[in-house]
Nanobody
Framework: QVQLVESGGGLVQAGESLRLSCGAS????????MGWYRQAPGKQRELVGA???????TYADSVKGRFTISRDNAKNTVYLQMNSLKPEDTAVYYC?????????WGQGTQVTVSS
């Protein structure tokens, strides 16, 4: 049974930073992709960034240059460093693990950026 546990959300002011963490437990395989998605009220869930077990990463255009995704394969943990936060970054952020046999989601963590 794979479980994802996120942490690090909160309330910050515009221009400040937050770091999200997501740890995976259970058998996740050696080849997988871990990513962060977000969903704002009334909007669809969207990809923020993702990183493969080999270290290749991708980002949404809206966060390029401000957010950095990284992972520690030994800890089965993915991180999202969010700098220069904007009010439009306010959303529930979800961690997703994609393996060769399926996908798993975390419970979500709220990020609120005040202007």
């Amino acid at each position: 049974q794979v479980q994802l546990v996120e942490s690090g959300g909160g309330l910050v002011q515009a221009g400040e930073s937050l770091r999200l963490s997501c740890g995976a437990s259970g058998s996740i395989g050696s080849r997988n992709v871990m990513g962060w998605y977000r969903q704002a009220p009334g909007k669809q869930r969207e990809l923020v960034g993702a990183i493969s077990s080999g270290g290749e990463s991708t980002y949404a255009d809206s966060v390029k240059g401000r957010f950095t995704i990284s992972r520690d394969n030994a800890k089965n943990t993915v991180y999202l460093q969010m700098n220069s936060l904007k009010p439009e970054d306010t959303a529930v952020y979800y961690c997703k693990l994609s393996t060769t046999w399926g996908a798993y989601w975390g419970q979500g963590t709220q990020v609120t950026v005040s202007s």
